[in-house]
């Protein structure tokens, strides 16, 4: 590359790179992408083209991706929503694209293939999904591709929460993943921009690019409220009120609800350094 770029979220190699790059990376080629977009619930989003490989975030239903090379069964890609580069698996993706209107907002949900609870579902799509729904039938949404999603579940996809807190305590309890995005495993940074999503804040994936770019830096003298993001070096979390912090951590495996004073305390002894920032949206 002729400058340093973050290698997170720049689709460029030796070999190729995204032709918007031109002139700003150096590779032997330069390819424009080819929209494609999720269709199974949680995709993870690897750092190599194997199945063994360390995955650094997830992506979900109905969410785009530019596809820019194929190895094997797997394709490299940069996701729409947060800029992230990664190999996914390319039998995830299919080239026909929809048009969301909706997105899910309960931590789960099922699609199923009439309007009945009683029929065995066909997928389970997570908090966060989005989906194309062209009409109701009863308490049902019916998709493009005539299956049905209970209809309390969706909201309109300009439809945003104001409380984000309240999204993010619906993960209460689910279990952490280093690079998760849903109930099914997320991990600290994933919960934060996972809830904001659905605020309609597209936030970083990241916690030290949410550090940088998510909010204005408060004074902790002045007084917590909910809704502040709690910085350490690789951590964040949320207040859900003055004292009490939410986060998906590596301690009790779990999102989890306690003292920010207790855990401000306990990185202190296990040597993970102190809090580096207060940050409000």
């Known amino acids: 590359m002729s400058q340093k770029l973050d290698r997170r979220l720049t689709p460029a190699r030796?070999?190729?790179?995204?032709?918007?790059?031109?002139?700003?990376?150096?590779?032997?080629?330069?390819?424009?992408?080819?929209?494609?977009?999720v269709r199974a619930c949680i995709v993870d989003v690897r750092r190599e083209p194997r199945p063994d490989a360390a995955v650094d975030t997830q992506v979900l239903f109905g969410e785009r991706v530019e596809v820019y090379d194929e190895e094997e069964g797997w394709v490299w890609v940069q996701l729409d929503n947060d800029q992230y580069v990664g190999w996914i698996a390319a039998n995830t993706l299919w080239s026909k694209l929809s048009r969301p209107t909706h997105r899910v907002c309960v931590p789960r949900t099922f699609i199923y293939p009439g309007p009945s609870i009683k029929l065995p579902p066909l997928l389970a799509l997570p908090l966060g999904a989005e989906v194309e729904v062209i009409e109701r039938r009863g308490d049902f949404w019916m998709t493009t591709n005539s299956c049905?999603?209970?209809?309390?579940?969706?909201?309109?996809?300009?439809?945003?929460?104001?409380?984000?807190?309240?999204?993010?305590?619906?993960?209460?309890?689910?279990?952490?993943?280093?690079?998760?995005?849903?109930?099914?495993?997320?991990?600290?940074?994933?919960?934060?921009?996972?809830?904001?999503?659905?605020?309609?804040?597209?936030?970083?994936?990241?916690?030290?690019?949410?550090?940088?770019?998510?909010?204005?830096?408060?004074?902790?003298?002045?007084?917590?409220?909910?809704?502040?993001?709690?910085?350490?070096?690789?951590?964040?979390?949320?207040?859900?009120?003055?004292?009490?912090?939410?986060?998906?951590?590596?301690?009790?495996?779990?999102?989890s609800s306690e003292p920010l004073s207790l855990v401000r305390d306990r990185n202190l002894q296990a040597g993970a350094g102190d809090i580096t920032s207060y940050r409000r949206l």
């Open 14 to 37: 030796s070999d190729l790179a995204a032709s918007y790059l031109k002139g700003q990376v150096e590779a032997d080629c330069f390819k424009d992408g080819a929209p494609m977009e």
């Open 148 to 255: 049905f999603i209970y209809a309390s579940h969706l909201t309109q996809l300009d439809e945003s929460f104001p409380d984000f807190v309240a999204i993010a305590e619906k993960l209460l309890n689910a279990p952490y993943l280093w690079g998760g995005k849903s109930w099914m495993g997320i991990d600290c940074s994933g919960l934060v921009q996972l809830s904001l999503l659905m605020r309609g804040y597209k936030a970083p994936r990241d916690s030290d690019l949410q550090e940088q770019q998510v909010g204005k830096p408060i004074d902790y003298n002045a007084g917590l409220q909910r809704g502040d993001l709690i910085f350490w070096k690789g951590h964040v979390g949320i207040m859900r009120d003055e004292s009490t912090l939410l986060h998906a951590n590596g301690t009790h495996m779990l999102v």
